[in-house]
């Protein structure tokens, strides 16, 4: 019966990954599939493509085209799925296509930095992190952050806090719904310890379904779903190795990743801190001391 509440407090929402298309001609091809067909598709231009920039979802990019020595043009779109009718005359292979957006203008520009300031002056482009990123070799940062039970409403019976969690690792850029109060201790810990990819926990992990206190109510395993997103995270000397799934290794100063996880880490407390208090006395003994125990680590590895 503990197990169940527990289960019940720390239990994450399933939400669908991606969502099914509704026409039976697109079935079983999943939204995040077809944006992966169709990036950087279609792009054909009369006049040269000098940079192609997207929205961290990759639905929507801009095409910055060069009119003639000096001058550019913008092209903006947006990713759409053919519907059943249309599938039935494409010969391409592609489930989907771009098309121009409300923001196609005639602007014109001295220079490519004019032309790109232009689309990072406005979302959905103006917080793309893959570009703002575009010189870093780790960064990793969390936004949407949300009690899950209740969404944008403060919940003072939800323990674990969750959001959307933005990661680039080399030239490597990563988006995952995640428990981030869970990706934050993950993060603390591997300051003095190696983290070698899928043998525990995920960096970034979907779920954080029960906390579970040591003795002391010093530390505390955080149990759930198998679903995430990891890499390895290695100590070299005064170097941080980061190895990701497809075998890219990333080494970067161990002061700089500190600092990078410092900042990640102090984000989601600031968050907890102007929430509500949680409501502990209503909770069961084992919720109460995970709860006690994941601070009391956090706070050890975070000072």
């Given at each position: 019966?503990?197990?169940?509440?527990?289960?019940?407090?720390?239990?994450?929402k399933k939400?669908?990954?991606?969502?099914?298309?509704?026409?039976?001609?697109?079935?079983?091809?999943?939204?995040?599939?077809?944006?992966?067909e169709c990036y950087d598709k279609n792009l054909d231009y009369i006049y040269p493509v000098v940079k192609v920039i997207y929205t961290d979802d990759k639905t929507e990019r801009a095409v910055?085209?060069?009119?003639?020595?000096?001058?550019?043009?913008?092209?903006?779109?947006?990713?759409?799925p053919y519907d059943e009718d249309e599938l039935q005359y494409i010969s391409n292979g592609?489930?989907?296509?771009?098309?121009?957006?409300?923001?196609?203008?005639?602007?014109?520009?001295?220079?490519?930095k004019d032309a790109t300031n232009a689309i990072l002056s406005e979302p959905p482009f103006k917080y793309n992190k893959s570009v703002?990123?575009?010189?870093?070799?780790?960064?990793?940062?969390?936004?949407?952050?949300?009690?899950?039970?209740n969404d944008d409403v403060d919940d003072p019976d939800d323990f674990c806090l969750h959001g959307q969690v933005y990661a680039k690792i080399g030239d490597e850029f990563f988006e995952?719904?995640?428990?981030?109060?869970?990706?934050?201790?993950?993060?603390?810990?591997?300051?003095?310890?190696?983290?070698?990819?899928h043998e525990h926990e995920n960096i970034l992990p979907c779920c954080g379904n029960w906390m579970l206190a040591n003795d002391d109510l010093n530390s505390v395993d955080i149990g759930g779903c198998p679903n995430g997103v990891d890499w390895s995270?290695?100590?070299?000397?005064?170097?941080?190795?980061?190895?990701?799934?497809?075998?890219?290794?990333?080494?970067?100063?161990?002061?700089?990743?500190?600092?990078?996880?410092?900042?990640?880490?102090?984000?989601?407390e600031t968050f907890y801190k102007n929430s509500s208090p949680k409501n502990l006395s209503e909770a069961d003994s084992m919720s109460r001391d995970g709860y006690a125990a994941f601070w009391n680590e956090w706070h050890r590895r975070r000072l």
């Open positions: 019966m503990i197990l169940k509440k527990v289960f019940g407090r720390f239990s994450k939400q669908p990954t991606a969502t099914l298309l509704q026409s039976p001609l697109l079935q079983p091809i999943l939204w995040n599939e077809l944006v992966k910055i085209l060069r009119k003639s020595d000096t001058l550019c043009t913008i092209d903006f779109s947006k990713l759409y592609l489930h989907g296509y771009w098309s121009p957006t409300s923001s196609n203008g005639n602007s014109i520009f001295d220079t490519e703002i990123w575009a010189s870093c070799a780790f960064r990793i940062d969390a936004e949407n952050l949300c009690w899950i039970k995952y719904d995640a428990t981030v109060s869970a990706t934050g201790l993950y993060l603390l810990r591997s300051l003095t310890e190696n983290h070698i990819i995270i290695i100590h070299e000397s005064e170097k941080i190795k980061l190895v990701t799934e497809s075998g890219t290794e990333t080494q970067i100063d161990i002061d700089d990743y500190r600092q990078e996880v410092y900042a990640f880490v102090d984000k989601i």
